[in-house]
């Protein structure tokens, strides 16, 4: 039901500190984004579910997550198909007839390997951002996110925005409601140029209320003293302990390993099955 | 008093810059260090805006023409800047839920000392300190969004006494909390007041009150505990500047537009004249001794009355249950009959489970067979569309509901969604109109509208589709008496042709003297289905829902009236003869 769904529970995973599963994170997608090796893909999966395992968060909750990106997959793969249908050849520098579809459309091996790599690559960061997400309290996510050198208004920002996203959520949902009462129809039956017709009439009431809901959180924060000095203290900040110096190592292990990979093995970003060599 | 006032408006008036008139005018006000002001006005008599001259927000977040001074312990307000005063006056605004910026409470009440950069440790000792003092110690890791309405304003107020400011400024504090919280918030309020500043171990204690400053238009709450003056306030200027006893025996207050408490309009029925010798300004002093026979008098020549009621069975709910999440219910077991033509009011604390039974009423929420009934008959298979003919709900803030610029369009909405012709919309439209006094609006853009305005066209726009039923949540929330009146007026109107009315409150003026009869929830159960005078002379009852016996109750019981239920009523049908009259 919620996208944000932080709940405390006492695991490993929960202890660390906002800041250390930043890093980590940080650098886990980084690596992925950068490198293009399919085997490196299956250990960060292995890695970040085992991790979600260890956080207790269940695969359940994370249903919409998983509709959504999987049909993202969908889109995408059928769509860089279409528009690039010999990336995957160009790439790899060979040529693999698998079966012809139409036309000037053939499905390559190497096509496949390309496309199947990039589903992996996208699979094993969802999971990262999700135990992120899930684990890390809001507090903590605005301090995190300043000490990596993001400004606080910025961070706090950020992390209001989590914090208030629930509220809306369920305004939203009641606005919508009263909406379809007086007669609107967002469901199938219509077309989907009215449902996003009348899916707009709905923002509008939600817009002026969100808005009259940040004049009074920024009047409340001024008449604190919020914004008064270029930097401020974290009550909630955790000093990083043990278990955030391991949790680090193995992040930036994994990171490594898949750097030393990419330069020395693979001698690139991509790893490449197909070459003679 | 000799001593310097902390507070001294001279001749200070404002005007906001988007406004043609000023808010405030040739302000002379002196303010004593502690001293605990009440600052009373109607909706829009500048009240706030004082507030937020005081406390920085004017001309930081709001600017506008500022004349004559405004000194603040010494230092000129609008030279000193928002941050400055933020350290002299903490402000408690309404709505506590809206202003909690931490996650957890400790990190909430931490708040400005963060933004002061405080060291860690320092922060979290004069947080234990400060939650000590307010009572919230033991909530300290909760999330500010999970506590109850009275931990909420606690919590509020710890974030500002971290500070150790002079002076406490509240602003309309018991606007969302309901009854019983808010006289909790009073006593807490004047607790504060009182006590010292923490690590202040001197004993010159009264000299090191808080100032305390509240701005409010309940005054009889408010009046729950001592003020030492009440300021009255309206267009701007200082009408009245009087202590509670002197301000209640002066009829200013309903001058002004403003509502008396209850006690005192039932003295004034019962003809006795009120003055300043009686004590009239708290409940607790009033010398009611000379005026017993009075009141009783009046009593027994108030005329009995039986009430008629239809047969005609509107609205059934049989044996309903209601759960979000399995295992954990919303409502249990939910059985009420609602006749045609009936206004009644559904009461309990926050989260109770009333809006959740609006909602499944209206089908914004699915529920099983068999549970709902329009007119002896199952609606579980009509989806909301088609339910909304029948019942209409209305929310509690206009804004929410209204998505088009112009009023007309706003209310032939519903009909054009419903594709009926636009000859017979027009009819509709104007008739719609017509009932809700609009008619002189016709052709006017929404936002020209007053707050007032907008909610009778967010409930025109629902007439609209002709219902039988009409569901209001808190429909008066935040109004202050004279337009509380106009709306509740309006809604009797719209009862009185036939329309049958239920609305969600905490609004114990409003069950009293509007709803004969009152559903209490508590609990996601019914725990009471009766007429409104029983619920609030009932004191199981008045805890559970988390409401207040209301002052008639008292007076009958220092008067020595048997059945205070009895002098309820009788109040009540006085009242509604007066009403009549006056029509």
Known sequence: MNLFNYSYEDTFVHRLSGLSKLLCFMALTGVVMYIYDIRIFLIILIFSFSVMKAARIRIRDLKIIFI?????????????????????????????????????????????????????????????????????????????????????????????????????????????????????????????????????????????????????????????????????????????????????????????????????????????????? | MGKTPIIEFDNFSFKYFAQSRPTLRNINLRIYPGEKILIVGPSGSGKSTMGNCLNGLIPFSYNGEIEGSLTINGTVAKDAGIFELSKIIGTVMQDSDAQFVGLSVAEDIAFSMENDCVPQENMISRVNDVAGLVGVQKLLRQSPHELSGGQKQRTSLAGILVDDVEILLFDEPLANLDPETGKYAIELIDRIHHEKRIGDDDSDADNKRKTTIIIEHRIEDVLHREVDRIILIDEGRIVADLNAHEMLS???????????????????????????????????????????????????????????????????????????????????????????????????????????????????????????????????????????SFVGYVMQNPNQMITQTQIYDEIASGLRLRKVPSNEIEARVDRVLDICGLSRFKKWPISALSYGQKKRVTIASILILDPRVLILDEPTAGQDYRHYTDIMQFLERINSLGVTI???????????????????????????????????????????????????????????????KNFVDRFLDYEAGLKNESI
């Not at chain 2, 489970?353 to 709902?372: D, M, Q, Y």
């Not at chain 2, 008639?552 to 020595?560: M, Q, R, T």
Request: aromatic fraction near 14%; include cysteine; charge should be neutral.
């Open chain 1, 68 to 277: 959504y990106v999987g049909t993202f997959f969908i889109i995408n793969a059928v769509l860089s198909f279409i528009f690039a249908p010999n990336f995957g050849p160009e790439t790899y520098g060979s040529y693999t007839l698998w079966f012809p579809i139409v036309g000037k459309y053939n499905m390559t091996y190497e096509q496949a390997f390309y496309q199947i790599s990039k589903i992996f690559k996208y699979s094993s960061v969802v999971p990262l951002g999700v135990i992120f997400l899930f684990t890390t309290d809001p507090s903590e996510f605005a301090s995190s996110l300043n000490a990596v050198f993001v400004p606080y208004k910025i961070s706090y920002a950020v992390s209001l925005t989590l914090r208030h996203f629930p509220d809306i959520q369920k305004e939203y949902s009641d606005i919508s409601k009263a909406q379809q009462a007086r007669g609107l129809d967002i469901s199938r039956k219509t077309s989907f140029w009215h449902r996003f017709k009348n899916a707009a009439a709905t923002m509008i009431p939600l817009i002026f209320s969100s808005l009259d809901r940040i004049d009074v959180i920024t009047n409340a924060m001024h008449l604190r003293g919020f914004s008064k000095h270029k930097t401020r203290t974290w009550y909630s900040r955790r000093k990083l302990k043990k278990e955030d110096f391991i949790a680090l190592s193995v992040s930036f292990g994994i990171t490594a390993a898949a750097i030393y990979t990419a330069v020395f093995i693979n001698h690139g970003r991509f790893y490449n099955p197909f070459s003679p060599g």
């Open chain 2, 250 to 388: 002066s009829g200013h207050l309903l001058e002004h537009g403003l509502r008396e408490p209850l006690y005192i309009t039932a003295l004034k029925y019962a003809g006795v004249n009120i003055t300043a010798g009686m004590k009239p300004g708290y409940f607790s002093t009033t010398d009611f001794s000379d005026v017993k026979n009075h009141v009783l008098h009046w009593y027994e020549s108030v005329p009995v009355k039986t009430h008629a009621e239809s047969e005609n069975e509107v609205l059934r709910i049989s044996n309903l249950d209601f759960e979000y999440f399995r295992g954990q219910p919303v409502l249990r077991n939910i059985n009420m009959s609602v006749k045609e033509g009936e206004m009644l009011s559904i009461v309990g604390t926050n989260g109770a489970g009333k809006s959740t039974l609006a909602k499944l009423i209206c089908r914004f929420e699915n529920h099983s067979p068999e549970t709902v009934y329009f007119n002896g008959k199952d609606v579980f298979d009509q989806s909301i569309s088609e339910r909304a």
């Open chain 2, 502 to 564: 239920i609305m969600i409150t905490h609004d114990m003026h409003l069950m009293l003297e509007y709803t004969r009869r009152s559903v209490v929830v508590h609990d996601g159960m019914i725990v009471r289905d009766t007429d409104s005078s029983e619920v609030l002379t009932e004191p199981e009852i008045i805890s559970m829902a988390s409401l207040k016996e209301t002052s008639l109750f008292h007076l009958a019981n220092e008067v020595g009236i048997e059945n205070p």
